[in-house]
């Protein structure tokens, strides 16, 4: 047997066709983001809690590996805000900051989220993630980025505080305001404000002098590098450094260095739980973003091999002194418009971080920690949207209920209970709708064969039959209230001698399901009243043929609604 490997290395395809001019574009893509990945990678690693140099590590082996095994051309895999946010949650409550130990726990908590992701994408469990309702996802994402934002004012401020939610880091920061260092206030505030301008006021300035769209666009990606050269140079011209103001300090000057994870069971069992929700929570990120710039130029993503590229990935991270990545939005967006076709553009810019870790940390070492959280707060503020609350309010009351939930749970009791809450919610919000399926009485519209709501539209009925269409799957939450829906209906009205259940919807029928079909039938029969089905799926048929309900079923079952209700109108006792 055959085994085709391009389905397991996608590079194998794209490589293939490799040209000088992707060559070019990849080349030209990579050096841009590159430029932004430099600051976004080290405030990345001090949201974590972890070295500045972790930051760089993370996004060199992590992108090369992903462009092997992964399906995406445009996505840049490295560390992300929220994930970031939730390997300092889950570290901090097991290890303290700053020590060997927490930096081997978040070593082990990459290598056990890329083994989560790898066993998912082998075994193509890419469907576990449907689980998580895009509505709930961005309300965990919007209360993350405002933790991450309040969680940042502490090194723009220059005051020590801590906390894993919103309410205990606001309760921190009050307390410890007056140690207030100004001049970081001034470095921080500074920073932040300009990095907002940048976003939305350069553009349109460097338009004003005749600027091409292009190259505006390239100067405002790369706007984060202008405050950490102002700051950095600043810092060290005037020698803040010695007036209380926190700065980087030294960083290795080498290459990401072999590393081992713990292979600890009580540490290991301890991150279990973490890694799998950052490995949910990344994929669907992920994915997200991989789809939205596929779709953008008509490429087809894999979903099981995505698993199996951030698998690699976070493996490869765990093996060279990183931490927990994913393909981030923001990296990816500027990768995709910078003009990258391939993969190959993230392997150049992971040579592009690997030369910058060789010759450009010694130039970091006044980098204002302000400067840095000034990077992180413009940037997960972006994803700060309250217009989910106002959207799903318009749209469901279920899902808004959903989405505030996630909201308040992950503000006041911290990111690892949020996002536990939002799978939680995912979950029952499905089991609660498809518990209570949308079930229509139909009649006839007239001069047609099709069969519409009686409460909708203006059809023909007739007292002896009734017909119930079921707008949902049946199985064991909503089997109990289809046999009291039929029961209310028919027992309160006597002059019903037929129940036609259309079945034009239903794609599946479960055991307990076929169990409650049962016993509607005989419940029907008893009344005097004969159970029928209509426009039953092939699929829904085959099984049913394997019991004895059919056999034991009171009526028939009509290829079609409109065939069932002409032949029980003109019956006898109808």
Known sequence: MKIDMTRYLPILTWGRDYNRSALSNDLVAALIVTIMLIPQSLAYALLAGLPPEAGLYASIVPIILYAVFGTSRALAVGPVAVVSLMTAAALSNIVEQGTMGYALAALSLAGLSGIILLTMGLFRLGFVANFLSHPVIAGFITASGIIIAAS???????????GHNLLEVVISLTQHLSEINWITAIIGILGTGFLFWVRKGLKPLLQRFGLSNGLTGVLVKTGPVAVVVATTVAVWAFGLADKGIK???EVPQSLPPFTLPSFSTELLGQLLLPAFLISIIGFVESISVA?????????????NQELIGLGAANIGASLTGGFPVTGGFSRSVVNF?????????????????????????????FLPKATLAATIIVAVLSLVDFSILKRSWNYSKADFSAVLATIVVTLTMGVEVGVSAGVGLSVLLHLYKSSKPHIAEVGQVPGTEHYRNILRHDVITTPQIVTLRVDESLYFANARYLEDKIHNRVAGDKKIRHVILLCSAINEIDLSALESLEAINERLNEMNVKLHLSEVKGP????????????????????????????LKVLPNA
């Open 152 to 162: 940042q004012l502490k090194h723009i401020l220059g005051i020590d505080a801590h």
């Open 337 to 365: 418009d910078a003009g990258a076709e391939t993969p190959a553009a993230g392997i150049f810019t992971a040579v592009g971080l690997a030369i910058a870790a060789l010759t450009l940390t010694p130039l970091i070492f």
């Open 247 to 249: 700065i980087v300090g």
């Open 291 to 303: 789809q939205t710039l596929a779709a953008k130029k008509r490429q087809r993503i894999d979903p």
């Open 540 to 567: 829904v048929m085959d099984r049913l043929e394997r019991e004895h309900f059919l056999s034991q079923l009171s009526g028939q079952v009509f290829l079609s609604q409109f065939e069932a209700y002409e032949a």
